[in-house]
Antibody
Framework: QVQLQESGPGLVKPSETLSLTCTVS????????WSWIRQPPGKGLEWIGY???????NYNPSLRSRVTISVDTSKNQFSLKLTSVTAADTAVYYC?????????????WGHGTLVTVSA | DIQMTQSPSTLSASVGDRVTITCRAS??????LAWYQQKPGKAPKLLIS???SLENGVPSRFSGSGSGTEFTLSISTLQPDDFATYYC?????????FGQGTKLEIK
């Protein structure tokens, strides 16, 4: 059974870069699409973007100018960088696995990690 | 972006009740719709994909229907474990978008 685990700083200062890593265990990162999703406290879910193990990406236009998602197949990890953060970026960040083709739902999720943007 | 609108936002019900949650898309998404269940402090769990296909291990009291722009999630006989927040999500077009959620509360 595939498992995903987010890791990274829980506190980021305004204007700095949020960096998170998702480590995949119980299966290979190859073949699948992998995504980041976030949820501000008490609010709904927002898709950030995805990456294919080959490196191809697709980002939410609302965040595209600030987001980079990358993959390291040798470590079975993929990562999120979000630049120039503000308090509006405070959220629980989830990593998730989609299917082997585009256009599939989020079948497996990490537990999520809370990132707070504050000075 | 495709807007997903769920109704109601909050639903109060009792154990044993049958409930239905509606999700409407701002344009046709064919049947590329998923339903998730989220409990406090936990990640969402995929219940249904392709509008009506139950994921492995999900109890048969859950069912989904619809196509195009209108979809429903039904729970036939509410169990205590079902009280949670439910989200719909379209995966027909990028960016993927979610409904705002329906909180199912104990009456």
């Amino acid at each position: 059974q595939v498992q995903l685990q987010e890791s990274g700083p829980g506190l980021v200062k305004p204007s700095e870069t949020l960096s998170l890593t998702c480590t995949v265990s119980g299966g290979s990162i190859s073949t699948y699409y992998w995504s980041w999703i976030r949820q501000p406290p008490g609010k709904g879910l927002e898709w950030i973007g995805y990456i294919h193990y080959s490196g191809s990406t697709n980002y939410n236009p609302s965040l595209r100018s600030r987001v980079t998602i990358s993959v390291d197949t040798s470590k079975n990890q993929f990562s999120l960088k979000l630049t120039s953060v503000t308090a509006a970026d405070t959220a629980v960040y989830y990593c998730a696995r989609l299917g082997t083709v585009g256009g599939t739902p989020f079948a497996h999720w990490g537990h999520g990690t809370l990132v707070t943007v504050s000075a | 972006d495709i807007q997903m609108t769920q109704s109601p936002s909050t639903l109060s019900a009792s154990v044993g009740d049958r409930v239905t949650i509606t999700c409407r898309a701002s344009q046709s998404i064919r049947n590329w719709l998923a339903w998730y269940q989220q409990k406090p402090g936990k990640a969402p769990k995929l219940l249904i994909s392709q509008a009506s296909s139950l994921e492995n291990g999900v109890p048969s009291r859950f069912s989904g229907s619809g196509s195009g722009t209108e979809f429903t999630l039904s729970i036939s006989t509410l169990q205590p474990d079902d009280f949670a927040t439910y989200y719909c999500q379209q995966y027909d077009c990028y960016p993927y978008t979610f409904g705002q959620g329906t909180k199912l509360e104990i009456k």
